[in-house]
């Protein structure tokens, strides 16, 4: 099993258009969890961090499941601006709280 | 507050040449991470360097691969004799004072091995 495994997309909508990714991890002991959003030939740049109880900032919704090793992020609304690749990134936490773990990412692109 | 800076930001190499690649952290940032990314795979963790120190090494290749982060300067990967399968993007991220999962990205050094 992948230590990150995500939708593997491509995802295209409309403008307007609510748009879920779904991830799992492997590692059980994992901590921490965020949503990334990667511009194609970009670095990587947090969008949330994912938290036990949810969290939403705007448009953005996250949820973390962590019975089921399973992470969300919703986008609601969803704009021209957001086309661009998720990532599902998990903290390796086998002692290491720096060691991030990266999905391979879900390329969105949104259509006028 | 100029983030983290990486250089050069496009490298082409040909097989057997050394590649330099140079991290700056943010400003009062002292630990520096380096990840890879090679072409449509996720981002993988290289090396965790704080000054003087190499911290986790974990992530390196056995063999070519070295990092270093001196007292003045910025860190530096290097990779020895490269070869084709080392075209990826090298991602620098840096963290404040204590090593974190709060990294921040620079714009990465994409290299070309022909």
């Known amino acids: 099993r992948k230590e990150v495994e995500q939708d593997p997309g491509p995802f295209n909508v409309p403008e307007g258009a609510t748009v879920a990714f779904n991830c799992t991890y492997s590692?059980?002991?994992?901590?921490?969890f965020f949503w990334y959003r990667q511009d194609c030939r970009k670095e990587p740049k947090l969008l949330m961090s994912?938290?036990?109880s949810g969290n939403e900032d705007g448009r953005f919704t996250a949820q973390l499941n962590r019975a089921s090793q399973y992470i969300s992020l919703l986008i609601r609304d969803s704009k021209l601006s957001d086309s661009a690749t998720y990532l599902c990134?998990?903290?390796?936490?086998?002692?290491?709280?720096?060691?991030?773990?990266f999905g391979k990412g879900t390329l969105l692109t949104v259509n006028p | 507050n100029a983030g983290v800076m990486q250089n050069p930001r496009h490298l082409v190499r040909r097989r057997g040449q050394e590649a330099r690649l140079r991290c700056s952290p943010m400003?009062?940032?002292?630990?520096v991470y380096w990840y890879r990314q090679l072409p449509e795979e996720g981002l993988k963790f290289m090396v965790y360097?704080?000054?003087?120190?190499?911290?986790?090494e974990s992530g390196m290749p056995k063999e070519r691969f070295s990092a270093e982060f001196p007292k003045e300067g910025p860190s530096i990967l290097r990779i020895q004799q490269v070869v084709r399968g080392d075209s990826a993007a090298y991602f620098c991220?840096?963290?404040?004072?204590?090593?974190?999962?709060?990294?921040?990205f620079g714009p990465g050094t994409r290299l070309t091995v022909t």
């Open positions: 991220a840096s963290s404040p004072g204590l090593p974190s999962d709060e990294q921040y």
């Open positions: 590692n059980s002991a994992s901590q921490s």
């Open positions: 994912v938290y036990s």
């Open positions: 990134v998990v903290n390796d936490s086998g002692g290491s709280n720096y060691k991030l773990t």
């Open positions: 400003k009062g940032h002292s630990h």
């Open positions: 360097l704080q000054k003087e120190n190499i911290i986790d």
